[in-house]
C-alpha cells in the first residue's frame, strides 16, 4: 500500500513537474520584498549571507547524505562544482554589474534582453551534454515564451532594446551574456547530477560548496570589513526571509521538479521568474511596489503561462527524448 502510494505521487510530480519548475521560479522573485530593505548592503554581501544561512540549515542533510555522494563519481562532482562556481556565485555577480553598467550608461534594456539568451544557451547545452532532442513545434513554443517575457519587460516602449542596443556598451552586453551562460549550465548540469544523487543532496550541495568562493570574492572586493554591515536587523526578517524563501524552499522544489524534468523544457519554466518579478513590481503596497503596469505585460503573461502549461501536457509524449533517456545518453 505505502508503495502504492509513493508511486502515485510520483506520477503526480511528473505530470506536473514543468509547473513545479514554473513555481519555484515564481518564488525566486519574492526576495524583491526582502533585498529593498537591504540596500546598504552590496549584492555580494547579501549573497554570502543568504548562502551561510542556507548551509547552516542543511548542513544535518549535507552530513546524511556523505554516503550518497559516492554516486556522483568525477563528472558528477565536477557539474556540481561548476554549478556552485557559476550558477550560485558569478551568475549573480556578472548580471549584477551588468545592471550597474547598464543604469550608468542608460542602456538599461540591453542587460535584460540579453539574458534573455539563457534558455537558447540551456537548450544547446541540453543537446551537447545530454543528448536531449525536442521535436520541430518546441521551436516555435520557444519563441512564443520568449516574445511573451519580451513583451512583460517592455511594456512601456517594445523599441526599448532595439534602441539600447544601438547604443549598445561592449561590456554592458559580455556581462549579461556572462550571466546567462552560468545560469543556463546550471540547469543542464543539476540535470546530469540528479541522475546520481536526491534533490535534497543536490541543493545542499549547491549552497555548501559555493560558500568558500563567495566568502573569497567578498574579500577579494571588500577585505574584512565586508562583514562589518551587517546588523541584528538584517537578518530578521530580511536575509532569514530571502534564505527561506526564494532560497531555500524554492530551490528544494526546483530541484525536486528538475529531477523530473528534461532541462530544455524547464529553462522555459524558467522563464516564469521574470515575469513574476515584474507583476510584483506593478502590484499595489503591500504586495509591490506600485510600478505601472500596460495591457502588453498581461499579453506576455498570457504567452508564457500558456507555453508553460503546454510544454507540461506534452512532455510525455511519445517521440520526446525523456529525463532518464537524456541521462544514458549522456553517460554513454
Known amino acids: 500500500m505505502a508503495s502504492t502510494k509513493r508511486a502515485a505521487s510520483g506520477l503526480t510530480a511528473d505530470r506536473f513537474s514543468v ?4 513555481l519555484a521560479a515564481t518564488m525566486w522573485a519574492s526576495d524583491a520584498y526582502f533585498r529593498s530593505q537591504l540596500t546598504h548592503l552590496s549584492p555580494t554581501q547579501i549573497v554570502v549571507a543568504e548562502d551561510a544561512l542556507i548551509t547552516l540549515f542543511l548542513l544535518p542533510v549535507f552530513i546524511r547524505s556523505f554516503g550518497e555522494l559516492r554516486n556522483l ?16 556565485s558569478l551568475a549573480t555577480i556578472l548580471f549584477t554589474a551588468s545592471f550597474q553598467a547598464a543604469l550608468k550608461h542608460g ?7 540579453l539574458q534573455q539568451t539563457q534558455p537558447l544557451i540551456a537548450m544547446l547545452l541540453a543537446w ?25 519587460f517592455n511594456g512601456s516602449d517594445l523599441t526599448a532594446p532595439l534602441k539600447a542596443l ?25 540535470r546530469f547530477a540528479l541522475g546520481s544523487i536526491s534533490f535534497w543532496s543536490m541543493t545542499s550541495l549547491r549552497f555548501t ?3 568558500p568562493v563567495l566568502i573569497a570574492i567578498n574579500l577579494v572586493q571588500s577585505g574584512f570589513a565586508a562583514f562589518s554591515h551587517y546588523t541584528v536587523g538584517d537578518f ?6 530571502i534564505a527561506l524563501v526564494p532560497g531555500l524552499l524554492a530551490l528544494l522544489l526546483y530541484y525536486f521538479a528538475l529531477a523530473r524534468t528534461p532541462a530544455s523544457l524547464a529553462t522555459i519554466a524558467e522563464m516564469a521568474y521574470p515575469v ?14 506600485n510600478l505601472p503596469v500596460y495591457p502588453v505585460q498581461l499579453i506576455g503573461t498570457a504567452l508564457l503561462i500558456g507555453v508553460i502549461i503546454v510544454l507540461n501536457l506534452a512532455k510525455d509524449r511519445p517521440g520526446e527524448a525523456s529525463p532518464v533517456t537524456t541521462l544514458k545518453l549522456a553517460e554513454g
Open 19 to 22: 509547473v513545479l519548475v514554473a
Open 128 to 152: 551537447l551534454i545530454l543528448g536531449e532532442r525536442r521535436r520541430p513545434w518546441f521551436w516555435g513554443a520557444v519563441l512564443v515564451a520568449i516574445v511573451g517575457v519580451y513583451f512583460v
Open 209 to 211: 560548496l559555493a560558500l
Open 73 to 88: 563519481g568525477p563528472r558528477g562532482w565536477l557539474a556540481v562544482g561548476l554549478i556552485a562556481l557559476g550558477a550560485q
Open 166 to 190: 544601438q547604443n549598445g556598451r561592449v561590456e554592458v552586453g559580455l556581462l549579461a551574456l556572462g550571466a546567462a551562460f552560468f545560469w543556463a549550465s546550471g540547469t543542464v548540469l543539476g
Open 236 to 241: 530578521v526578517p530580511n536575509l532569514l526571509g
Open 107 to 113: 542602456v538599461l534594456a540591453e542587460t535584460y534582453v
Open 276 to 289: 513574476a518579478a515584474t507583476l510584483i513590481a506593478s502590484a499595489p503596497p503591500p504586495w509591490g511596489f
